[in-house]
Protein backbone atom coordinates (compact mmCIF):
# COMPACT_ATOMS: atom_id res chain seq x y z
CA UNK A 1 0.00 0.00 0.00
CA UNK A 2 3.21 2.32 0.76
CA UNK A 3 4.39 2.19 -2.45
CA UNK A 4 1.02 2.61 -4.50
CA UNK A 5 0.82 5.37 -2.36
CA UNK A 6 4.15 6.87 -3.57
CA UNK A 7 3.54 5.80 -7.56
CA UNK A 8 -0.30 7.51 -7.03
CA UNK A 9 1.12 10.58 -5.79
CA UNK A 10 3.58 10.46 -8.38
CA UNK A 11 1.26 10.07 -11.32
CA UNK A 12 -0.26 12.88 -10.23
CA UNK A 13 2.61 15.43 -10.13
CA UNK A 14 3.56 13.92 -13.74
CA UNK A 15 0.07 14.88 -15.05
CA UNK A 16 0.15 18.03 -12.86
CA UNK A 17 3.34 19.36 -14.79
CA UNK A 18 2.40 17.79 -18.06
CA UNK A 19 -1.02 20.03 -18.15
CA UNK A 20 1.12 23.21 -16.86
CA UNK A 21 3.70 22.40 -20.13
CA UNK A 22 0.51 21.56 -22.96
CA UNK A 23 -1.99 23.64 -21.20
CA UNK A 24 -1.41 26.25 -23.77
CA UNK A 25 -1.50 24.40 -26.67
CA UNK A 26 -5.06 22.76 -26.17
CA UNK A 27 -6.22 26.14 -24.57
CA UNK A 28 -6.22 25.00 -20.88
CA UNK A 29 -6.65 28.24 -18.50
CA UNK A 30 -4.15 28.66 -16.64
CA UNK A 31 -6.10 28.65 -13.54
CA UNK A 32 -7.24 24.88 -13.50
CA UNK A 33 -3.10 23.28 -13.56
CA UNK A 34 -2.72 25.90 -10.35
CA UNK A 35 -5.99 25.34 -8.39
CA UNK A 36 -5.64 21.30 -9.02
CA UNK A 37 -2.25 21.32 -7.53
CA UNK A 38 -2.92 23.10 -4.53
CA UNK A 39 -6.03 20.82 -3.89
CA UNK A 40 -4.23 18.07 -3.97
CA UNK A 41 -1.52 19.56 -1.83
CA UNK A 42 -4.40 20.94 0.51
CA UNK A 43 -5.88 17.51 0.49
CA UNK A 44 -2.29 16.08 1.48
CA UNK A 45 -1.56 18.32 3.79
CA UNK A 46 -4.50 17.75 5.58
CA UNK A 47 -4.85 13.94 5.47
CA UNK A 48 -0.91 13.75 6.54
CA UNK A 49 -1.69 16.49 9.44
CA UNK A 50 -5.51 15.94 10.33
CA UNK A 51 -6.29 12.17 9.41
CA UNK A 52 -3.13 10.54 10.06
CA UNK A 53 -3.28 9.26 6.50
CA UNK A 54 -6.44 7.83 6.61
CA UNK A 55 -7.89 9.88 3.88
CA UNK A 56 -5.31 8.56 1.25
CA UNK A 57 -5.31 5.34 2.57
CA UNK A 58 -9.06 5.29 1.78
CA UNK A 59 -8.84 6.31 -1.47
CA UNK A 60 -5.94 3.70 -2.13
CA UNK A 61 -8.50 1.38 -0.94
CA UNK A 62 -11.32 2.10 -3.37
CA UNK A 63 -8.72 2.55 -6.39
CA UNK A 64 -7.73 -0.79 -5.59
CA UNK A 65 -10.94 -2.81 -5.60
CA UNK A 66 -10.48 -2.55 -8.99
CA UNK A 67 -7.43 -5.00 -9.25
CA UNK A 68 -8.06 -8.37 -8.49
CA UNK A 69 -4.55 -9.30 -8.07
CA UNK A 70 -3.96 -6.74 -5.43
CA UNK A 71 -7.04 -7.88 -3.13
CA UNK A 72 -5.66 -11.05 -3.74
CA UNK A 73 -2.05 -10.52 -2.49
CA UNK A 74 -4.04 -8.22 0.65
CA UNK A 75 -5.49 -11.39 1.55
CA UNK A 76 -3.05 -13.91 1.30
CA UNK A 77 -1.14 -11.64 3.57
CA UNK A 78 -3.52 -11.17 5.66
CA UNK A 79 -3.95 -14.83 6.13
CA UNK A 80 0.05 -15.33 6.81
CA UNK A 81 -0.34 -13.00 9.90
CA UNK A 82 -3.57 -15.09 11.26
CA UNK A 83 -2.10 -18.63 10.23
CA UNK A 84 1.42 -17.75 12.01
CA UNK A 85 -0.77 -16.20 15.10
CA UNK A 86 -2.63 -19.35 15.46
CA UNK A 87 0.26 -21.97 15.48
CA UNK A 88 1.96 -19.51 17.84
CA UNK A 89 -0.55 -19.27 20.35
CA UNK A 90 -1.39 -15.54 19.94
CA UNK A 91 -5.24 -14.82 20.19
CA UNK A 92 -6.60 -13.54 16.92
CA UNK A 93 -9.57 -10.98 17.82
CA UNK A 94 -10.73 -10.02 14.29
CA UNK A 95 -9.73 -9.09 10.61
CA UNK A 96 -10.19 -6.88 8.25
CA UNK A 97 -9.30 -7.03 4.61
CA UNK A 98 -9.77 -3.32 3.34
CA UNK A 99 -9.92 -0.34 4.88
CA UNK A 100 -13.48 0.66 4.47
CA UNK A 101 -14.08 -2.68 7.01
CA UNK A 102 -11.56 -1.34 9.32
CA UNK A 103 -13.22 2.15 8.87
CA UNK A 104 -17.06 0.72 9.24
CA UNK A 105 -15.91 -1.67 12.36
CA UNK A 106 -14.82 1.87 14.13
CA UNK A 107 -10.93 0.58 13.59
CA UNK A 108 -8.07 3.19 12.51
CA UNK A 109 -9.18 2.69 8.68
CA UNK A 110 -6.82 0.77 8.25
CA UNK A 111 -6.90 -3.16 7.22
CA UNK A 112 -5.27 -5.91 9.12
CA UNK A 113 -5.48 -8.50 11.70
CA UNK A 114 -5.75 -7.79 15.26
CA UNK A 115 -4.16 -9.32 18.04
CA UNK A 116 -4.35 -9.36 21.68
CA UNK A 117 -1.31 -8.02 22.47
CA UNK A 118 -1.43 -7.89 26.17
CA UNK A 119 1.06 -11.21 26.96
CA UNK A 120 3.28 -9.03 24.83
CA UNK A 121 2.98 -6.20 26.75
CA UNK A 122 3.24 -7.60 30.41
CA UNK A 123 5.95 -9.86 29.23
CA UNK A 124 8.84 -8.04 30.04
CA UNK A 125 10.82 -10.40 32.62
CA UNK A 126 14.43 -11.84 31.27
CA UNK A 127 13.34 -15.63 30.93
CA UNK A 128 10.22 -14.33 28.60
CA UNK A 129 11.63 -11.96 26.55
CA UNK A 130 13.27 -13.65 23.63
CA UNK A 131 9.99 -16.10 23.96
CA UNK A 132 8.00 -13.16 23.07
CA UNK A 133 10.43 -11.54 20.87
CA UNK A 134 10.69 -14.76 18.55
CA UNK A 135 6.45 -15.12 18.70
CA UNK A 136 5.36 -11.74 17.81
CA UNK A 137 8.53 -10.91 15.03
CA UNK A 138 7.41 -14.21 13.57
CA UNK A 139 3.73 -13.24 13.41
CA UNK A 140 4.26 -9.74 12.17
CA UNK A 141 6.33 -10.61 9.56
CA UNK A 142 4.40 -13.41 8.24
CA UNK A 143 2.24 -11.65 5.96
CA UNK A 144 5.47 -10.57 4.03
CA UNK A 145 6.71 -13.72 4.18
CA UNK A 146 3.12 -15.12 2.46
CA UNK A 147 3.48 -12.23 -0.11
CA UNK A 148 6.98 -13.41 -1.31
CA UNK A 149 6.24 -17.57 -1.38
CA UNK A 150 3.11 -16.65 -3.36
CA UNK A 151 4.15 -13.88 -5.73
CA UNK A 152 8.07 -13.65 -5.32
CA UNK A 153 7.86 -9.97 -4.95
CA UNK A 154 6.41 -8.04 -1.68
CA UNK A 155 4.39 -4.73 -1.85
CA UNK A 156 3.11 -4.33 1.28
CA UNK A 157 4.88 -4.89 5.09
CA UNK A 158 6.34 -1.38 5.77
CA UNK A 159 3.93 -1.43 8.85
CA UNK A 160 4.81 -4.65 9.94
CA UNK A 161 8.57 -3.93 10.08
CA UNK A 162 7.37 -0.87 11.97
CA UNK A 163 5.80 -3.22 14.25
CA UNK A 164 9.34 -5.58 14.70
CA UNK A 165 10.89 -2.45 15.22
CA UNK A 166 8.40 -1.52 18.34
CA UNK A 167 8.30 -4.70 19.85
CA UNK A 168 12.20 -5.22 20.22
CA UNK A 169 11.81 -1.58 21.80
CA UNK A 170 9.01 -2.91 24.58
CA UNK A 171 11.01 -5.74 25.19
CA UNK A 172 13.89 -3.44 25.60
CA UNK A 173 15.82 -4.98 23.00
CA UNK A 174 17.82 -2.11 21.25
CA UNK A 175 17.04 -0.73 17.28
CA UNK A 176 19.72 -1.86 16.00
CA UNK A 177 18.66 -5.60 16.20
CA UNK A 178 15.17 -4.58 14.29
CA UNK A 179 16.91 -5.79 10.92
CA UNK A 180 18.57 -9.20 11.75
CA UNK A 181 15.10 -9.55 13.29
CA UNK A 182 13.24 -8.71 10.71
CA UNK A 183 14.91 -11.35 7.95
CA UNK A 184 15.03 -13.93 11.08
CA UNK A 185 10.94 -13.72 11.38
CA UNK A 186 10.83 -13.83 7.83
CA UNK A 187 12.35 -16.77 7.59
CA UNK A 188 10.26 -18.31 10.28
CA UNK A 189 7.31 -17.70 9.37
CA UNK A 190 7.97 -19.19 5.74
CA UNK A 191 8.92 -22.21 7.17
CA UNK A 192 5.53 -22.03 9.29
CA UNK A 193 3.65 -21.50 6.18
CA UNK A 194 5.43 -24.05 3.70
CA UNK A 195 5.01 -26.73 6.56
CA UNK A 196 0.74 -25.86 7.05
CA UNK A 197 0.37 -24.71 3.04
CA UNK A 198 -3.04 -26.71 3.21
CA UNK A 199 -3.91 -25.15 6.49
CA UNK A 200 -3.13 -21.68 5.19
CA UNK A 201 -4.93 -22.78 1.64
CA UNK A 202 -7.76 -23.12 3.40
CA UNK A 203 -8.49 -20.10 5.79
CA UNK A 204 -7.60 -17.73 2.43
CA UNK A 205 -10.91 -19.43 1.09
CA UNK A 206 -12.56 -18.60 4.35
CA UNK A 207 -10.81 -14.99 4.73
CA UNK A 208 -12.12 -14.44 1.68
CA UNK A 209 -15.72 -14.52 2.30
CA UNK A 210 -15.27 -12.72 5.38
CA UNK A 211 -15.67 -16.17 7.77
CA UNK A 212 -15.49 -14.97 10.93
CA UNK A 213 -12.43 -15.49 13.62
CA UNK A 214 -14.26 -18.15 15.81
CA UNK A 215 -15.27 -20.76 12.01
CA UNK A 216 -11.68 -19.85 11.00
CA UNK A 217 -10.45 -21.28 13.93
CA UNK A 218 -12.24 -24.18 13.43
CA UNK A 219 -11.02 -24.28 10.06
CA UNK A 220 -7.40 -24.62 11.16
CA UNK A 221 -8.21 -26.97 13.80
CA UNK A 222 -9.80 -29.52 11.46
CA UNK A 223 -6.62 -28.90 9.30
CA UNK A 224 -4.66 -29.66 12.27
CA UNK A 225 -5.77 -32.90 13.16
Known amino acids: MQQTALNLIAI ?66 EAGHFLAAYYLGIPVTGYDLTAWESLKNGQQGVGGVRFDTEELLQGKKAGDRQLFCDRFCTVWMAG ?39 QWGELQAKTLIEKHQTAYEALVKAMKIRTTVAECYQILEKERK
Open 144 to 182: IAAESLTYKTVEGGGSDRQKVTDTLAILGYPTRESRNKQ
Open 12 to 77: AIFLMTLSILLGPLVHIPESVPAIATFSILAFLTADRFGWEGKGLTLLLDTVSRFSPEHRDRVLRH
